[in-house]
């Protein structure tokens, strides 16, 4: 396994993030490949689910990284399981759509899991902030009973 233009670990494993009350918040289940190092395959896991890239391309210049990309900030291995890891990433409010669980669903599950640095993934839990459940219209008579 070979990152492209520099390690996800680099830009993407922050372990001296603090999260927000308005991250998104995702456990991971990772089983990285032979020779990858948890930190690389969970930077991984938080490029590829939100801006991450095998190249440079020329909008990065356009916008801010810090202000868009998922953060890989803690790690955990998994009690009785050989080289499996709880991956923790923080994804910010401003990479999502308002009101679009297809487009958080899609932005978070919908790439990361053919990545050829893993050798297994599970998304395990979320947590979805109140700010951004509040911007879901819901049914708009509210819930019926039958």
Known sequence: FKAGVKE???????????????DILA???????PGVPPEEAGAAVA???STGTWTTVWTDGLTSLDRYKGRCYDIEPVAGEENQYIC???????????GSVTNMFTSIVGNVFGFKALRALRLEDLRIPTAYTKTFQGPPHGIQVE
């Open 47 to 49: 490029a590829e689910s």
């Open 88 to 98: 923790y990433v923080a994804y910010p409010l401003d990479l999502f759509e308002e």
């Open 8 to 22: 996800y670990k680099l830009t993407y494993y922050t372990p001296e993030y603090e999260t927000k009350d308005t």
């Open 27 to 33: 456990a991971f289940r990772v089983t990285p490949q």
